[in-house]
C-alpha cells in the first residue's frame, strides 16, 4: 500500500471517530395543556393532559438524542418500541445516521433508509445527535436558517363553547382575547360543529358565531385560521353561505373543510373568488405516505396554497423531500403538529427556521415541564435556539418522576 492510500483513511478517523449508540429507552411523560380543550368536528373532548412517548438515546461521550414515538405508539406497545429501536440504534455509530455533504443533511445514512421510511419521527433523534455529536444545530443540517424568528398559532380553540354552553360563542371569544393577552398573534378556530355534534345549519350559524366573537376579541391585525376537520362534508351549500359570512372577518387560511376531492376544491375557489376572499386553502395532515396521488392532483390543478402532513411523524427527512418535491410550486410548509406536545414545539421551531415557505407553527401551548426551557416567544414568534442539535435537552429533575416509567435497553 502506497503512504498517500495509507494516510488517507487515517485523516478521515480522526475527524470522525466513532460515536456508538450504547443505550435507548422509552418513556410516557403526560402533558398538559393550560385549560381543557374541547371537541372537534369528529372527537369528543380532548381534556387536559396527552401523552409524549419520549425517546432518549446516548452514544459513547454521553451526548444524546431525543424524539417522540407517538406515531408508533398509537398502534403497538412498550414492548415492540424498544424493540425496534433496538434494533435501529443500538450499537450504531452515530456518522453512519445521515448521509451529509457540505455540512447539510443530504439523506439517510447507509442501510438506515429502512428504519426512517415508516417512522419519520426517528430521523429527528438523528438531527439531534448527529448535531450534537459536531457541535453544529440541526438548524444548520437542515440547510441553514430561513428566517430569524418562528411565527406560531395558539391552536386550542377548540369547541370550548359545548364547555361553557350559557357563554356559547362568546366563549371562545373570551379565549382567543387571552391568547392574545398572553402574546400571541395567530389563532385557530376549529369549525365544522354540523359535521356531527350539531345539525347541519345550526352548526354552520354557530361556526359563523364563533369566528365573528373571536375577530371582534382579538382585533384586526391578529391572523385567524379556521379548520372544520372535514366537518362541511357533503355541505357544500352551507360552506358556501359560511365562507361568505365570514369572508369581512379576513381569514388568513381555510383548513380541511372537506375532505381532499378536485372538485370539491375546485368548487372552494370559486367560493373564495366570489365572496372576495384571499384566504388560502389548507390539508395534508391525513397523507400518510406524502405526496399521495389525491394532494398531487390538488398541488398540481393549483387548488391548495399550504400542505400539512405532521411534522413529528413525517420527520425531518420525510419534509425535507416533501420539500424538494414542493419546490417549484406555490404550495407553502405548514407541517401539522398538533399531539406532538412539548417536543413537537422544539422540533417545529428548528424546521421552521430553516424551511423557505414555512407559515406557522401549531402551538398546543404545553405547560413545560420535562425539557429545558423553550427558546424566548415575543410578539407571536420564537427566536431561534442556539445549541446544539435541536437546541434542547431532558430537564432531570423534570423528568425524575416519571423516570419510574422509563423502559431502556444497553449494548
Ligand atoms: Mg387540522
Same mark, same amino acid.
Given at each position: 500500500?502506497?503512504?498517500?492510500?495509507?494516510?488517507?483513511?487515517?485523516?478521515?478517523?480522526?475527524?470522525?471517530?466513532?460515536?456508538?449508540?450504547?443505550?435507548?429507552?422509552?418513556?410516557?411523560?403526560?402533558?398538559?395543556?393550560?385549560?381543557?380543550?374541547?371537541?372537534?368536528?369528529?372527537?369528543?373532548?380532548?381534556?387536559?393532559?396527552?401523552? #409524549?412517548?419520549?425517546?432518549?438515546?446516548?452514544?459513547?461521550?454521553?451526548?444524546?438524542?431525543?424524539?417522540?414515538?407517538?406515531?408508533?405508539?398509537?398502534?403497538? !406497545?412498550?414492548?415492540?418500541?424498544?424493540?425496534?429501536?433496538?434494533?435501529?440504534?443500538?450499537?450504531?455509530?452515530?456518522?453512519?445516521?445521515?448521509?451529509?455533504?457540505?455540512?447539510?443533511?443530504?439523506?439517510? =445514512?447507509?442501510?438506515?433508509?429502512?428504519?426512517?421510511?415508516?417512522?419519520? %419521527?426517528?430521523?429527528?433523534?438523528?438531527?439531534?445527535?448527529? &448535531?450534537?455529536?459536531?457541535?453544529?444545530?440541526?438548524?444548520?443540517?437542515?440547510?441553514?436558517?430561513?428566517?430569524?424568528?418562528?411565527?406560531?398559532?395558539? !391552536?386550542? $380553540?377548540?369547541?370550548?363553547?359545548?364547555?361553557?354552553? #350559557?357563554?356559547?360563542?362568546?366563549?371562545?371569544?373570551?379565549?382567543?382575547?387571552?391568547?392574545?393577552?398572553?402574546? %400571541?398573534?395567530?389563532?385557530?378556530?376549529?369549525? +365544522? *360543529? &354540523?359535521?356531527?355534534?350539531?345539525?347541519?345549519?345550526? +352548526?354552520?350559524? *354557530?361556526?359563523?358565531?364563533?369566528?365573528?366573537?373571536? *375577530? #371582534?376579541?382579538?382585533?384586526?391585525?391578529?391572523?385567524?385560521?379556521?379548520?372544520?376537520?372535514?366537518?362541511?362534508?357533503?355541505?357544500?351549500?352551507?360552506?358556501?353561505?359560511?365562507?361568505?359570512?365570514?369572508?369581512?372577518?379576513?381569514?388568513? %387560511?381555510?383548513?380541511?373543510?372537506?375532505?381532499?376531492?378536485?372538485?370539491?376544491?375546485?368548487?372552494?375557489?370559486?367560493?373564495?373568488?366570489?365572496?372576495?376572499?384571499?384566504? $388560502?386553502?389548507?390539508?395534508? #395532515?391525513?397523507?400518510? @405516505?406524502?405526496?399521495?396521488?389525491?394532494?398531487?392532483?390538488?398541488?398540481?390543478?393549483?387548488?391548495?396554497?399550504?400542505?400539512?402532513?405532521?411534522?413529528?411523524?413525517? &420527520?425531518?427527512? &420525510? %419534509?425535507?423531500?416533501?420539500?424538494?418535491?414542493?419546490?417549484? !410550486?406555490?404550495? *407553502?410548509?405548514?407541517?401539522?403538529?398538533?399531539?406532538? +406536545?412539548?417536543?413537537?414545539?422544539?422540533?417545529?421551531?428548528?424546521?421552521?427556521?430553516?424551511?423557505? !415557505?414555512?407559515?406557522?407553527?401549531?402551538?398546543?401551548?404545553?405547560?413545560?415541564?420535562? $425539557?429545558?426551557?423553550?427558546?424566548?416567544?415575543?410578539?407571536? @414568534?420564537?427566536?431561534?435556539?442556539? =445549541?446544539? =442539535?435541536?437546541?434542547?435537552?431532558?430537564?432531570?429533575?423534570?423528568?425524575?418522576?416519571?423516570?419510574?416509567?422509563?423502559?431502556?435497553?444497553? @449494548?
Amino acid at each position: 500500500m502506497s503512504l498517500e492510500a495509507h494516510i488517507k483513511p487515517l485523516s478521515i478517523c480522526q475527524i470522525m471517530p466513532p460515536e456508538i449508540i450504547e443505550s435507548v429507552s422509552v418513556t410516557p411523560i403526560p402533558s398538559s395543556y393550560q385549560k381543557e380543550l374541547g371537541k372537534n368536528a369528529y372527537a369528543d373532548n380532548r381534556g387536559t393532559q396527552w401523552l #409524549e412517548w419520549v425517546v432518549r438515546a446516548k452514544s459513547t461521550n454521553g451526548a444524546e438524542g431525543i424524539t417522540i414515538a407517538n406515531r408508533f405508539m398509537r398502534q403497538s !406497545t412498550v414492548e415492540k418500541l424498544l424493540a425496534f429501536l433496538k434494533s435501529a440504534l443500538l450499537g450504531r455509530d452515530v456518522n453512519d445516521l445521515l448521509e451529509i455533504s457540505g455540512g447539510v443533511v443530504t439523506g439517510a =445514512g447507509p442501510s438506515m433508509n429502512r428504519w426512517y421510511r415508516h417512522n419519520g %419521527w426517528l430521523s429527528i433523534l438523528a438531527f439531534d445527535l448527529v &448535531g450534537k455529536i459536531r457541535g453544529v444545530s440541526a438548524i444548520d443540517l437542515l440547510g441553514g436558517k430561513k428566517h430569524d424568528s418562528v411565527p406560531a398559532y395558539d !391552536t386550542t $380553540l377548540y369547541f370550548q363553547d359545548f364547555l361553557n354552553p #350559557e357563554k356559547s360563542a362568546q366563549q371562545v371569544g373570551d379565549e382567543a382575547g387571552q391568547a392574545v393577552d398572553d402574546g %400571541w398573534r395567530a389563532v385557530k378556530i376549529k369549525t +365544522g *360543529r &354540523g359535521g356531527r355534534w350539531m345539525m347541519p345549519e345550526a +352548526g354552520m350559524r *354557530r361556526d359563523v358565531d364563533v369566528v365573528l366573537s373571536v *375577530r #371582534e376579541a382579538v382585533g384586526p391585525d391578529v391572523k385567524i385560521y379556521v379548520d372544520a376537520n372535514f366537518g362541511y362534508d357533503h355541505h357544500l351549500d352551507l360552506l358556501d353561505q359560511f365562507i361568505r359570512e365570514v369572508t369581512p372577518a379576513n381569514i388568513f %387560511w381555510f383548513e380541511e373543510m372537506i375532505t381532499q376531492d378536485v372538485n370539491g376544491y375546485r368548487a372552494m375557489r370559486e367560493m373564495l373568488a366570489m365572496h372576495g376572499s384571499k384566504a $388560502l386553502l389548507t390539508c395534508g #395532515e391525513v397523507d400518510r @405516505a406524502p405526496i399521495s396521488e389525491i394532494f398531487q392532483d390538488l398541488i398540481d390543478e393549483d387548488l391548495i396554497d399550504g400542505y400539512q402532513p405532521d411534522i413529528v411523524s413525517h &420527520g425531518y427527512l &420525510g %419534509w425535507m423531500e416533501i420539500e424538494r418535491q414542493l419546490k417549484n !410550486t406555490a404550495v *407553502r410548509s405548514i407541517p401539522h403538529n398538533f399531539g406532538n +406536545g412539548s417536543f413537537g414545539t422544539y422540533a417545529s421551531i428548528v424546521f421552521g427556521a430553516a424551511s423557505e !415557505t414555512y407559515v406557522s407553527l401549531e402551538d398546543e401551548r404545553i405547560l413545560p415541564h420535562f $425539557l429545558t426551557a423553550q427558546p424566548e416567544f415575543s410578539e407571536g @414568534a420564537y427566536a431561534l435556539p442556539d =445549541g446544539a =442539535g435541536l437546541g434542547v435537552d431532558i430537564d432531570e429533575s423534570g423528568y425524575a418522576p416519571h423516570a419510574r416509567h422509563e423502559f431502556r435497553v444497553e @449494548a
